[in-house]
């Protein structure tokens, strides 16, 4: 059975989001970014002793966690990844209409997709320079004087799974609580995670969110990845998906959350809709090249997303792919995306919000859900001609007008790993 014919009631909608990003700290200044083609990728300055270095990175800038986490306590338990992540969830419970005691606790559960959090310099500083000998460090040192002066909390600060688990504490939510770590598809996959939770009754609400940064100096001082464009003399414009001139992608960091729900649920509190899960697919391309096994993985993707979404091509309005600016990505998920959906407009943010791998997957949904429910779709940031190695129709310099009822996300790790989400929209 097609999940378009899954009985009403039965249906898995989204009934709110929230986004904390590089481009706008709600999801309203998001869209609007993206509408306008901006790019938040910029130089960033030089840390101390390591001037001659060039990095760029698209960084949220302004966020102040007193605004988004309450009770203010929770704060110091909490590194920057797992504020914004806090404050995006926030966001969409509040859109969704979910506070503490609004749904029965043991029928509400948290997923979040992570991966390994560096702790920030600032954290851990003081220890290292006191380790140092002659200005090196002195590993023999190191047990001796972290436990005498290093911050309790600091690891539990910085844990993948500490943002399902304050979400969770906050709304007193004792379903299901996981957390998704599969690199650039962990958003994704959370959203799986979440729909399959309810599938199976667990929970008739899911708070579904991710968060990852990959602009710390930490970070960006241990890799900085060789997929990384070079094109410092202007970074706005460094990252430029599906491009004929890429040079490829730039770091970045967001946080971002939605909330899913079973429809009667949500009909029954008159919670909004935004739109309604059609379809989804996980497959895997082995490969012993990086982004080798990313056609077939895309292409066995969308072949079951269509498959059981029950989707004509005429209804699929658009493809929101996972193109970071790099050669082999982009060439490989547009190989995939021409064999199966020739002819579907395709588009790309991350030229815009940078690559922050992990987080990136639900962000850039969020995006595709705000454009359909508003008509307009967002153009692929910084894409100007598209590669003759890309052979699909991208959107760029202008909104695309919507022309379908539904849409499709996709996911890629560089091992071969592929994630899609079909959504279908009602009439805005």
């Known amino acids: 059975m097609h999940l378009k014919e899954i009985p009403m009631e039965d249906q898995i909608v989204v009934t709110g989001y929230g986004a904390i990003t590089p481009l706008g700290h709600d999801v309203e200044r998001l869209y609007n970014a993206l509408l306008n083609g901006e790019s938040a990728v910029r130089l960033i300055d030089p840390v101390d002793g ?55 606790p043991d029928r509400l559960g948290t997923v979040f997709s992570g991966e390994i959090i560096l702790s920030d310099s600032s954290d851990v500083a003081d220890v290292v320079r006191r380790c140092a000998t002659n200005g090196e460090m002195d590993h023999s040192r190191w047990a001796v004087e972290a436990m005498d002066n290093i911050h309790p909390l600091w690891m539990l600060k910085s844990l993948p799974n500490m943002a399902a688990c304050h979400v969770g504490i906050t709304l007193d939510a004792r379903g299901p609580n996981n957390t998704i770590t599969t690199e650039a598809t962990s958003g994704l996959g959370a959203i799986l995670e979440a729909m ?46 599906f491009d004929s001139e890429r040079d490829g992608s730039a770091p970045g960091e967001s946080a971002s959350a939605i909330i899913l729900e079973r429809r009667s649920h949500a009909e029954a509190r008159q919670a909004p809709i935004l739109g309604k899960i059609v379809g989804w697919a996980n497959r895997f391309g082995p490969s012993t ?35 970071n600016g790099t050669r082999g990505l982009d060439a490989a998920q547009a190989r995939g995306i021409a064999s199966v959906l020739k002819h579907i407009p395709v588009v790309s943010y991350k030229g815009g919000l940078g690559d922050s791998i992990s987080g990136s997957g639900v962000i850039e949904l969020i995006a595709s859900i705000a454009g359909m429910r508003r008509g307009a779709i967002a153009p692929t940031t910084n894409h100007t001609k598209t590669g003759m190695d890309c052979p699909i129709h991208v959107v760029s310099k202008t909104s695309k007008p919507r022309t379908g009822s539904s849409m499709i996300k996709l996911s890629n790790t560089p091992q071969g790993h592929c994630v899609g989400i079909a959504m279908t929209f009602e009439n805005s």
Not at 62 to 91: N, S, T, W, Y
Not at 212 to 230: G, N
Not at 289 to 309: D, F, M, P, V, Y
């Open 196 to 241: 399959n939770v309810i599938r199976r009754g667990k929970a008739d609400v899911m708070v579904v969110g991710s968060s990852a940064s990959r602009t710390c100096f930490t970070r960006l001082l241990q890799r900085y990845e060789a997929d990384y464009s070079r094109a410092y003399s202007d970074p706005q414009i460094a990252c430029k998906p």
């Open 50 to 104: 390591v001037a001659e270095r060039k990095w760029m990175a698209a960084c949220i800038e302004g966020f102040d966690p007193k605004e988004h986490v309450h009770p203010r306590k929770m704060i110091k338990v909490m590194c920057r990844e797992i504020q914004l992540a806090f404050g995006a969830a926030m966001q969409a419970c509040r859109m969704a209409g979910i506070a503490l005691g609004s749904v029965e």
């Open 289 to 323: 090249e990086r982004w080798g096994g990313t056609q077939a993985s895309t292409e066995n993707t969308l072949t079951t997303l269509i498959k059981q979404s029950g989707l004509s091509a005429q209804e699929i309005d658009h493809i929101n792919a996972a193109a």
